[in-house]
T-cell receptor, first 113, second 108 residues
Framework: NAGVTQTPKFQVLKTGQSMTLQCAQD?????MYWYRQDPGMGLRLIYY???????DKGEVPNGYNVSRLNKREFSLRLESAAPSQTSVYFC????????????FGPGTRLTVT | GIQVEQSPPDLILQEGANSTLRCNFS?????LQWFHQNPWGQLINLFY???GTKQNGRLSATTVATERYSLLYISSSQTTDSGVYFC??????????FGPGTSLSVIP
């Protein structure tokens, strides 16, 4: 039981490049989330998926797209990376019944130069 | 939207000391969770506590939903408790709000 896994752990991109961050969970959770954490700050929600086949915007969705590939996997895509997207990205999942606690992956540290 | 405040922003403790961290939220919430982010960046679940009191070893938490605050107690602190403590609250999936965190340093 690995919980929530993310790949890659680290990535450096040049401005304008694209990439996809991968996330998978093995807890049979319906809900999955993508957050970003900037230095010295808490996490901010980018996108979430309440169930397979649905996705919705969170607080800071601009510049990102997501895909809920199946119940296990939720990917985050940067189509044209910008330096402002330099951040640590966390994926999380939660059950859709109480308790609704969120479980986080180890994070992806992304630098855009 | 919901605002989440945490206090104190920074805390330095001598090993063995006790501390109380506070999380205030501006509106009624159905969910509240405490996390510890260790120095390596990993987010560790501490408590899911929308109301009431829970204890886990040296840590305990209390949420008074009617008064819109939650407290995290750390007793007999250890150097491994160092890191940043976040609370997060939400009413629905699209309104998950993290507080700014309390940075804790426990010195031997």
């Amino acid at each position: 039981n690995a919980g929530v896994t993310q790949t890659p752990k680290f990535q450096v991109l040049k401005t304008g490049q694209s990439m996809t961050l991968q996330c998978a969970q093995d807890m049979n959770h319906n809900s999955m989330y993508w957050y970003r954490q900037d230095p010295g700050m808490g996490l901010r929600l980018i996108y979430y998926s309440a169930s397979e086949g649905t996705t919705d915007k969170g607080e800071v969705p601009n510049g990102y797209n997501v895909s809920r590939l199946n119940k296990r996997e939720f990917s985050l895509r940067l189509e044209s990376a910008a330096p402002s997207q330099t951040s640590v990205y966390f994926c999380a999942s939660s059950a859709d019944r109480a308790p609704y606690e969120q479980y986080f992956g180890p994070g992806t540290r992304l630098t855009v130069t | 939207g919901i605002q989440v405040e945490q206090s104190p922003p920074d805390l330095i403790l001598q090993e063995g000391a006790n501390s109380t961290l506070r999380c205030n939220f501006s509106d009624s919430v159905n969910n509240l969770q405490w996390f510890h982010q260790n120095p390596w960046g990993q987010l560790i679940n501490l408590f899911y506590i929308p109301s009431g009191t829970k204890q886990n070893g040296r840590l305990s938490a209390t949420t008074v939903a009617t008064e819109r605050y939650s407290l995290l107690y750390i007793s007999s602190s250890q150097t491994t408790d160092s890191g940043v403590y976040f609370c997060a609250s939400w009413t629905s999936y699209d309104k998950v709000i993290f507080g700014p965190g309390t940075s804790l340093s426990v010195i031997p």
